[in-house]
């Protein structure tokens, strides 16, 4: 997938189920779970950053707007 693709263009499905299960040992339930954004992420190779990555900066800043409420954090 990628980003700008025509709408009017078909989603390759059958390649990405198979390249899911073959190379990410998915199951064919996880995959349809999937969100798009979670496949272009899996697909994503490790180290690579994209428009969507978020430094560790933007995450602490998000984290101290947001922090976890404590009836809902695990023991």
Do not use: Y
Not at 8 to 27: F, I, M, T, Y
Not at 46 to 58: D, H, K, L, Q, S
Request: aromatic share 8%.
């Amino acid at each position: 997938m990628k980003r700008g693709q025509s709408k009017n263009q078909a989603v390759p499905w059958h390649d990405l189920v198979h390249k899911a299960c073959r190379e990410l040992g998915w199951s064919p339930h996880t995959f349809w779970q999937s969100t798009l954004v979670e496949l272009e992420m899996a697909f994503t190779p490790p180290g690579t950053r994209n428009a969507r990555t978020i430094t560790r900066g933007v995450l602490e800043g998000l984290l101290a707007q947001f922090p976890d409420k404590e009836d809902q954090q695990t023991p």
